[in-house]
């Protein structure tokens, strides 16, 4: 029966990953701007792009 | 005929290109860019998304200082630089499309990417190809103009406070496995297994709480200590007690095996609180309300050297005696002499007068007029900080906080809150301690617990919050929740004139003198059409049926008028001496005088034009409110207003900045509650003397000085209604108190009974936040539709 300790202890570090998570995310300002990226998602299939084009665009850190 | 790239009314003569209209070459210039570079996408995207670009000739010139520059500059390095922006024309999809391939119209530009909601553009470039004006400038050309300010550059990288972000999450996150936890206990199931494992949980669920106490209620703990310390019996003071009892009577139970604590009841009643104030949080990040002189000033002037070489000067280093140099539309930063050009000043940033006045060389000039015409110089005496208009922000009224001026309702009535709980407290604990000692702790706690005013904490942050977004929908943005409550308290409402009841752009004109033939008048709606001045503007939207000719002449004298002349007939319109008119007198409206040849035929004279339902915004105020007009204008519209406003309105003009000021002041003193509605900067002392300063705004994103709520200027009839909401709001927040006392009542009968467990108290603390919440958040949703 003590098999509960393994699996509550467990549990609670997989949920305590998931907080960790959460955090990280609101750290790393996911949650600052909650409008632009649902309009963004919806462009990047339009984009043609005409030949080569120097570096893609990858998003600057704060 | 709608101009394919901005949508505005192209008129009878639109510019073709590539089988599309466009109502101006700026929009067309535009649409050659995006085509010549594959960005066409942008108009597929929205319907007529542009924004027709605006003049930018030497504007940002001071970005060729590299001292402006660095404090511009958000990183640099090498050949990298990281710039933020704030462009107000942000506003549709193909903004965020076109912004964000800002790569494609230069290929120095490496990164872009939008905010949307805060209106900014942050873009990585390579400086050696682009630089910074450069830039700007391309920005600028395809009509997305940064707006650069004093605010800016002395702005250093603020952090975002996301602390609340992660106490919600911490509670939130207790609060779930908590519940989880102590869910067999709720059973009271008497199982062997269960049993055994009784102290493991409990243990689990005490070192869940143990963040929740010490991380997500300190700012309850902080909040109550201090109103100790200042005497004021606070609501955080009876939740910060809560919450300790909470904590230190489950704790004592788990530790001496004597039931299961309340953990459960202690995480959910912080999630719930905390979820509150997230809920009442809401900022509208793209206004600023707190804006001061310095979002109006330039970031940079052009200085003169004693060569005569111009250089682009940090306003800041302007020293007494420096030579300056203003151009057109150029705000003057600082008081001085004017050196020489034909100076006309518009002042209304500072006065609110409306009309520019002419200067000479050797008079006085004062900071926050605006050059309109040729450029000037000047003479600077004193810097920026010295000067008449900045001097109105050392009042003392802009050094304190105003909303530590005012008390919330939730104060007022937590005095007596706190008091009462603590009297059944102690009251019930010593009769308890009489008749049967062992009860007494128990339910000594019990109330305190019980008694913990979640849902009375939840009440107005619910209310509010809702509110505002509800306001937020109308157009009326408020800086906080706590201004609802302030408004619901008013009793005088006083008005700005220029700006704020008139509209900016538009005047009724009439034409006072001899007729003019039908030629002349073609003659000279012509001539207008090639000026650019204001006033010209609105004589030629005044003068639509008739024809456009072909001109023989035009000229124009900056400061003075134009002259036209078409098949022998010759047309001067323009200031009294410039048509030769015979007019003794300078009347005060401002008016346009006109001739023919050698003789002066008459002038059109431009009246106020009020905004659209003003007159029935003040018949309804009149019943409810004392109502008043101060104005830094000139008397000439008081007959006009007069008519316009209920008997009994009082009238001043030519107001200056701190008379408006110390006349709220005074009525403050006298005990009145004033909502002060302005626009300009000279309203801006009376703004934060009142206790309600609303700025309107025709174009909400650009200026507006530093006030409690921003509304946009087609909803000003609109703010009766608001004032009413704002006071149903109150009368909702007043009757959710009286259901959480209710709740409060029937906890208490529990814990002073002594039969308040666990489960009563983690039923009872969800369903009063929860019912509290819908019951306001219903009600506020019902005022929000009569709203509408």
């Given at each position: 029966m003590s098999v509960i300790y393994i699996l509550i202890t467990v549990s609670l570090i997989v949920a305590v990953i998931f907080f960790v998570a959460f955090v990280t995310a609101v750290r790393s300002g996911q949650y600052d701007d909650s409008y632009t990226p649902s309009v963004r998602m919806l462009f990047e299939d339009e984009l043609v792009e005409p030949e080569e084009d120097s570096e893609p665009s990858n998003s600057t850190k704060n | 005929m709608n101009c394919f790239h901005c949508g505005t009314n192209c008129g009878t003569a639109p510019i073709c290109f590539d089988n599309k209209e466009f109502c101006c070459t700026g929009c067309k210039t535009v649409y050659e860019i995006f085509s010549a570079n594959q960005l066409e996408g942008y108009y597929d995207l929205?319907?007529?998304?542009?924004i027709r670009p605006g003049e930018v000739e030497g504007k940002f010139d001071f970005l060729d200082n590299q001292r402006i520059l660095e404090k511009l500059l958000e990183f640099s390095d090498g050949d990298i630089s990281v710039a933020e922006f704030y462009i107000p024309?942000?506003?549709?999809s193909s903004c965020i499309w076109i912004l964000e391939n800002l790569h494609k119209l230069h290929r120095s530009v490496k990164a872009s990417q939008v905010d949307f909601p805060r209106k900014k553009l942050r873009v990585t470039f390579s400086h050696s190809d682009l630089t910074a004006k450069e830039l700007v400038l391309l920005l600028s050309r395809i009509g997305y103009e940064p707006y650069i300010s004093l605010e800016d550059a002395g702005r250093k990288e603020q952090d975002i406070d996301r602390s609340l972000i992660y106490k919600l999450g911490v509670a939130g996150f207790a609060f779930g496995n908590v519940m989880l936890l102590s869910f067999p206990e709720y059973f009271e199931i008497d199982e062997f297994w269960l049993n055994q494992y009784k102290p493991f949980f409990r243990w689990i669920m005490f070192g869940l709480s143990l963040p929740v106490v010490f991380y997500a209620a300190g700012d309850y703990f902080k909040s109550a200590f201090k109103g100790i310390r200042a005497g004021l019996l606070n609501i955080d003071i009876p939740i910060a007690l809560g919450i300790a009892v909470l904590f230190l009577r489950s704790t004592w139970e788990i530790a001496t095996n004597t039931g299961q604590g309340f953990f459960d009841s202690l995480t959910g009643l912080l999630f719930f609180l905390l979820l509150g104030r997230y809920f009442q949080e809401k900022t509208y990040s793209f206004l600023s309300f707190e804006r001061d002189y310095k979002s109006y000033f330039p970031v940079g002037v052009t200085r003169m050297d004693e060569d005569g070489q111009e250089i682009s000067t940090d306003i800041y280093d302007i020293k007494e005696q420096d030579r300056l140099l203003i151009r057109n539309q150029e705000l003057i930063p600082v008081d001085g002499i004017l050196l020489n050009g034909k100076a006309r000043i518009d002042y209304s940033f500072v006065t609110g007068e409306s009309d520019p006045v002419t200067r000479e060389s050797g008079e006085k000039l004062f900071a926050g007029g605006k050059q309109t015409g040729t450029a000037i110089e000047m003479v600077a005496l004193n810097s920026v900080s010295q000067s008449y208009l900045t001097q109105?922000?050392?009042?003392?009224?802009?050094?304190?906080?105003?909303?530590?001026?005012f008390q919330s309702l939730t104060d007022r009535i937590s005095k007596y809150f706190t008091a009462v709980i603590l009297l059944i407290a102690f009251g019930a604990g010593t009769y308890w301690y009489v008749t049967d000692p062992a009860l007494a702790a128990p339910v000594f706690t019990a109330i305190l617990i019980v008694a913990c005013p979640c849902a009375l904490a939840l009440s107005a942050p619910f209310t509010l919050g809702n509110m505002l977004r509800i306001f937020g929908k109308q157009k009326f943005y408020l800086k906080n929740a706590q201004v609802i409550e302030r408004m619901a308290g008013i009793d005088t409402v006083i008005f700005d004139k220029t700006g704020t009841i008139t509209a900016n752009a538009n005047a009724d004109i009439a034409y006072e003198g001899v007729e003019l033939t039908r030629q002349e008048r073609s003659l000279l709606r012509t001539g207008l059409r090639n000026s650019n001045h204001p006033l010209s503007r609105q004589l030629y939207e005044f003068l639509q049926d008739q024809q456009i000719d072909t001109l023989d002449h035009y000229k124009e004298s900056t400061g003075k008028g134009l002259e036209m002349s078409a098949g022998g007939v010759l047309i001067r319109a323009g200031s009294r001496s410039f048509a030769g008119s015979p007019d003794l007198e300078e009347v005060l409206n401002t008016s346009v005088y006109v001739s023919t040849g050698e003789a002066y035929r008459g002038r059109f004279t431009f009246y106020n034009r009020y905004r659209k339902g003003v007159a029935g915004l003040f018949r309804s105020l009149a019943a409810k409110y004392r109502l008043g007009i101060l104005s830094g204008d000139n008397e000439s519209e008081r007959e006009n207003l007069q008519k316009l406003l209920p008997a009994g309105t009082k009238l001043f003009f030519n107001q200056k900045p701190e008379d408006k000021l110390n006349y709220v002041r005074f009525h403050q003193e006298e005990g009145a509650s004033i909502m002060m509605v302005g626009d300009g900067l000279n309203d801006a002392g009376a703004l934060q003397q009142s206790d309600v300063g609303v700025a309107v705004s025709?174009?909400?994103?650009v200026f507006s000085p530093a006030c409690d709520a921003i509304l946009d200027a087609e909803k000003l009839p609109q703010l009766g209604a608001y004032l009413k909401a704002s006071a149903h709001a109150v009368t909702v927040i007043k009757a959710s108190f009286v259901l959480s006392f209710l709740y409060n009542l029937v906890g208490l009968y529990f814990a002073v009974t002594g039969a308040l467990s666990p489960v009563i108290a983690a039923i009872l603390m969800p369903l009063s936040s929860i019912s509290v919440v819908l019951f306001t958040t219903g009600l506020t949703g019902w005022i929000g539709k009569k709203l509408n």
């Open positions: - | 929205d319907e007529n998304p542009g024309s942000i506003h549709c109105l922000w050392s009042n003392e009224v802009f050094s304190g906080d105003k909303q530590t001026r025709e174009n909400i994103n």
